[in-house]
């Protein structure tokens, strides 16, 4: 079983820039299909972004699309989520996630290892 723990998150404000990072344990996230989501108050969790195992594409929601990059660091078993560009919209809890043979990166339920989640809030 994988564990997944989220760091990186804070208080910023609008225009600055930040970097999650989602360290696994237990088990190696090696030929895992990894994702980033997030949920504001009041809303349902959201898709922002994910990285594919096989050929390493990747998949962003629209709103965060040329603000935000994925990546992984197998060799440390961790997964990044580079933020640029803040924008208040973008306060939520973000969550990293894991699965294997993801068809619908952008479906919640594809993922079966969650993280705990971590607060980003930023300042107008």
């Known amino acids: 079983q994988v564990q997944l723990v989220e760091s990186g998150g804070g208080l910023v404000q609008a225009g600055d820039s930040l970097r999650l990072s989602c360290a696994a344990s237990r088990h190696s996230f090696i030929t895992y299909d990894l994702g980033w989501f997030r949920q504001a108050p009041g809303k349902e969790r959201e898709f922002v972004a994910s990285?594919?195992?096989?050929?390493?594409?990747?998949t962003y929601a629209d709103s965060v699309k040329g603000r935000f990059t994925i990546s992984r660091d197998d060799a440390k078993n961790t997964m990044y989520l580079l933020m640029n560009s803040l924008k208040p919209e973008d306060t939520a809890v973000y969550y990293c996630?894991?699965?294997?043979?993801?068809?619908?990166?952008?479906?919640?339920?594809?993922?079966?290892?969650w993280g705990q989640g971590t607060q980003v809030t930023v300042s107008s």
């Open positions: 996630a894991a699965g294997r043979g993801v068809v619908h990166p952008t479906t919640r339920d594809e993922y079966y290892y």
């Open positions: 990285l594919a195992w096989t050929g390493g594409s990747t």
